[in-house]
């Protein structure tokens, strides 16, 4: 009865399965602290849930902890496997042998995996990297743009797609995920600003300067309306393209309505950097370091 849609995963234990459903929409979201919170709870209430000690792993391992720490868990959903549906076994599986680094195995697996269940998000962005780290991008590429194909709405997907045609210099196909990008709006990951400036980018990359300048004033413009998480990551990538246009002052300004973040510390330290200021570029990274540590705790690395 629930607005969630549950995922297909097998577990005797409904709050278990619940709590792994959030744990896997926050990891969605790149909000790894909770994914990691919540697969902790949904392996303490279900210890015998294979799926979760498998994602439990990916949580653990977004955290940069110690390798034998998301190994354990890795293994652990490997040894509960055997009572798992087809698909469950090769996700496990395929996130053993990459964890462990044996991307031969892992890739099988996955590949076997899509065959089965093939708009698995999490399936093929870790067969596209795979690809990209043996040097194949343009199989990477086909592995997202055939998730684009099934999910034309997801920008997750889209993003894969994106990146991948970027990779190979494909700037048209690249230009178009990113208007794809744009339409979705408010989208369900954290967002990231490279679509919405890609048209600049595409100038600059084609020596068109008074072009690469109309498309940034034009962001520049759109992205005041837009929701203050997306205005800054679009903002934060702006002030980025004018300082790779050589323009430092334009790139300070942009930020202005950044809110100071993690992020806009290390973009201002960037620019500092750009035109030799080396006494704000310091005092722009010490300043990350207030922002990064909880009160009443210690700082959790995050890592994508």
Same mark, same amino acid.
């Given at each position: 009865?629930?607005?969630?849609?549950?995922?297909?995963?097998?577990?005797?234990?409904?709050?278990?399965?619940?709590?792994?459903?959030?744990?896997?929409?926050?990891?969605?979201?790149?909000?790894?602290?909770?994914?990691?919170?919540?697969?902790?709870?949904?392996?303490?209430?279900?210890?015998?849930?294979?799926?979760?000690?498998?994602?439990?792993?990916?949580?653990?391992?977004?955290?940069?902890?110690?390798?034998?720490?998301?190994?354990?868990?890795?293994?652990?959903?490997?040894?509960?496997?055997?009572?798992?549906?087809?698909?469950?076994? /090769?996700?496990?599986?395929?996130?053993?042998?990459?964890?462990?680094?044996? @991307?031969?195995? =892992? #890739? $099988? +697996?996955?590949?076997?995996?899509?065959?089965?269940?093939?708009?698995?998000?999490?399936?093929?962005?870790?067969?596209?990297?795979?690809?990209?780290?043996?040097?194949?991008?343009?199989?990477?590429?086909?592995?997202?743009?055939?998730?684009?194909?099934?999910?034309?709405?997801?920008?997750?997907?889209?993003?894969?797609?994106?990146?991948?045609?970027?990779?190979?210099?494909?700037?048209?196909?690249?230009?178009?995920?990113?208007?794809?990008?744009?339409?979705?709006?408010?989208?369900?990951?954290?967002?990231?600003?490279?679509?919405?400036?890609?048209?600049?980018?595409?100038?600059?990359?084609?020596?068109?300067?008074?072009?690469?300048?109309?498309?940034?004033?034009?962001?520049?413009?759109?992205?005041?309306?837009?929701?203050?998480?997306?205005?800054?990551?679009? /903002?934060?990538?702006?002030?980025?393209?004018?300082?790779?246009?050589?323009? @430092?002052?334009? =790139? #300070? $300004? +942009?930020?202005?309505?950044?809110?100071?973040?993690?992020?806009?510390?290390?973009?201002?330290?960037?620019?500092?950097?750009?035109?030799?200021?080396?006494?704000?570029?310091?005092?722009?990274?010490?300043?990350?370091?207030?922002?990064?540590?909880?009160?009443?705790?210690?700082?959790?690395?995050?890592?994508?």
């Amino acid at each position: 009865q629930s607005a969630q849609s549950l995922e297909r995963v097998t577990t005797p234990s409904l709050p278990a399965l619940r709590l792994y459903t959030e744990s896997y929409a926050a990891g969605d979201r790149d909000l790894w602290p909770a994914a990691l919170n919540l697969a902790q709870a949904a392996v303490h209430e279900d210890p015998a849930f294979a799926a979760a000690h498998t994602w439990l792993a990916w949580c653990l391992f977004r955290h940069h902890v110690p390798t034998d720490e998301y190994v354990r868990a890795a293994r652990r959903g490997v040894e509960l496997s055997q009572n798992a549906s087809e698909w469950e076994r /090769l996700w496990i599986a395929g996130s053993y042998y990459g964890l462990t680094d044996d @991307p031969s195995k =892992a #890739r $099988a +697996a996955y590949e076997a995996l899509l065959r089965i269940y093939p708009d698995h998000y999490w399936a093929t962005n870790n067969l596209v990297t795979i690809h990209r780290y043996a040097g194949r991008d343009a199989e990477a590429l086909e592995a997202a743009k055939r998730l684009v194909e099934l999910r034309p709405k997801n920008h997750n997907a889209l993003q894969l797609a994106f990146d991948g045609a970027r990779r190979l210099g494909q700037f048209d196909l690249a230009a178009d995920y990113a208007h794809r990008i744009r339409a979705v709006g408010l989208h369900n990951r954290q967002p990231g600003g490279e679509p919405w400036v890609f048209d600049a980018v595409v100038a600059w990359d084609r020596s068109q300067p008074a072009a690469q300048i109309q498309a940034l004033r034009r962001v520049e413009s759109e992205a005041l309306s837009f929701d203050p998480e997306l205005r800054d990551a679009v /903002l934060a990538r702006t002030a980025m393209s004018w300082l790779a246009a050589g323009r @430092p002052t334009d =790139a #300070r $300004a +942009a930020l202005q309505p950044v809110a100071q973040t993690t992020d806009r510390h290390l973009t201002q330290a960037t620019i500092a950097h750009a035109v030799d200021d080396r006494t704000t570029a310091a005092r722009e990274v010490l300043a990350t370091d207030v922002l990064d540590v909880p009160a009443g705790g210690t700082n959790t690395a995050e890592v994508r």
